[in-house]
C-alpha cells in the first residue's frame, strides 16, 4: 500500500520538478533542494491549496529572515575585523594582508548573503499564492534548477561568508601590518 501511495505521489509531481535519473545528478539536485527549499524533493509542490504549502511557506520565510540576521551578523563582525587591530596580536593575527583579502571575500559574500536574501525574501512571500506556483510547475527543468539556486544562494552566500571569516582569523603565515604610529 505504500509503494502505490508514493507511487500515485510521484506521478502527481511533473517530470520537470523531479530528480534526474542519473544518480550523481539525482544527489546533486537532492542537495539542492534542501539548500533551496529544506526538503529532499519538490513533491510537496504538487498541492499549493493545502495547509501543508502555508505551513512551508510560512518556515521558508522565517529561515530566509534568519538568514538574514545572521548575514547581518557576520558583515557587521567582518567589519569590526577589517576596521580595527587584533586586540591580542599573537592569538589573533588578522591584520596581516592574506587575511585582510580573506576577510574581503567574507565580506563581499555576506553582502551578497544580505542582498539577496532580501530580495528572495520579499519576492517570495509575495509570489507563494497558489496560482502563482500552479505556473511553476509547467516551467521547463532548467529554469526549476535555476529557481531552486536563486532560492539556494542567500544560503550559500551566508555558507561562504562564514568559513571565510574564520578563514581570516587563523594565524597567517604573512607579515603582519603594524598599526603603532611613530
Known amino acids: 500500500m505504500a509503494t502505490s501511495e508514493s507511487a500515485n505521489s510521484v506521478s502527481q ?3 520537470n520538478c523531479r530528480a534526474p535519473n542519473n544518480p550523481i545528478l539525482k544527489l546533486a539536485f537532492k542537495i539542492l533542494c534542501i539548500i533551496a527549499v529544506s526538503r529532499e524533493s519538490l513533491d510537496h509542490w504538487k498541492d499549493t491549496k493545502n495547509k501543508d504549502w502555508k505551513e512551508h511557506v510560512s518556515i521558508m520565510v522565517n529561515r530566509f529572515q534568519n538568514t538574514n540576521v545572521t548575514a547581518g551578523l557576520v558583515l557587521a563582525t567582518t567589519t569590526l575585523f577589517l576596521s580595527s587591530p587584533p586586540p591580542v596580536p599573537h592569538l589573533m593575527a588578522y591584520n596581516s594582508p ?3 583579502i580573506i576577510a574581503m571575500i567574507s565580506f563581499d559574500a555576506a553582502l551578497l548573503s544580505v542582498i539577496s536574501g532580501s ?5 517570495y512571500e509575495t509570489s507563494t499564492a497558489h496560482k502563482d506556483m500552479e505556473t511553476l510547475k509547467y516551467m521547463p527543468r532548467y529554469q526549476v534548477i535555476a529557481l531552486l539556486l536563486w532560492l539556494a544562494y542567500p544560503s550559500i552566500c551566508l555558507s561562504v561568508a562564514t568559513c571565510f571569516l574564520f578563514l581570516s582569523l587563523s594565524p597567517a603565515s604573512g607579515p603582519t601590518i603594524s598599526s603603532s604610529t611613530s
Open 98 to 100: 592574506i587575511s585582510y
Open 119 to 123: 530580495a528572495v525574501l520579499v519576492i
Open 13 to 15: 509531481v511533473p517530470e
